[in-house]
């Protein structure tokens, strides 16, 4: 039996209604990974098509040529076809269609208005601001928000017990990685089973080792000695922690979860914030993990001497 999912109960009732009356317009799903996506559209295609699913439906993803060759080729010629002892319309999936070129974006804009008579486009991305405005706007737009923690906390229980690991899995490790998935269930999943594969016991501690990942102990004293220390300890105590092979981009992720949150005051955090997220641009990018380490550094410093300056008090970490 086909259910809504919790997160978007609207967007279910809706097209869920659509198909039901026929009348399924192009749609573009986006939002963040692991929230859905290509499950919800699969699961409403099987429930159209039943068993004329495979005649019926076209599903590309990343580990297929995105140029545009597959659209002049491949989905021009799925989409001008008809299938015999078949009615309705037939439907393509484009996963990940935010890795498409400009080129096959484009040619795609002219194939949907060409077939819409007799074929549904289902395009699935990440960044919807990378598909042209000219497909967007051909499409019904949903938004899949990231999963909320009771709802992938409930899932994650029942995959444990049908999987027997109820006396292997603690609370505290459950509680580890929901708040290391950031709203993503394949990463639950993923780091749930990697951790139960690795080691006798899936606790907070075991879920960290497996993922690489710093403790919330760790960060706080880190933290501690940011906001403290004079400069060149504070530096000397971050390198270490990063020569226990924990990345910056990591760090900086358990950083910003508590820095929003510290007392300090509106200046100081203001420019603490914005410099942090500076150095995340500049990792993305491939810089230095070593020099935005002190870059980091020099961060807290500065928004010490904020603080300083301004009278705004002191931080309760």
Known sequence: MLTSPPHTPFFFFSVSRLIDVNRLPHLLFYGPPGTGKTTTILALAHKLYGPSYQ??????NA???????????????FAGTRKLFSTGVKLIVLDEADAMTADAQFALRR??????????FCLICNYVSKIIPALQSRCTRFRFAPLRKDDMEARMRYVVDKEGLGMRVTDDGLQAILRLSGGDMRKVLNVLQATASGFDRVDAANVHLCTGNPTPAEVRALLESLLNKPLSEAHKDLQT????????TDILNELSR??????????ALRLLVERMAEIEHRLAFGTSEKLQGASLVAAFWAAREVMGKTGEGGVAV
């Open 241 to 248: 922690i990063l020569q226990r092979g924990f990345a910056l």
């Open 111 to 120: 194939v949907i208005e060409k077939y819409t008579r007799n074929t549904r």
């Open 55 to 60: 005649s019926m439906v076209l599903e590309l």
């Open 63 to 77: 580990s297929d040529d995105r140029g545009i060759d597959v659209v002049r080729e491949q989905i021009k010629s």
């Open 258 to 267: 508590i820095v929003p949150d510290m007392h300090m005051g509106p200046g």
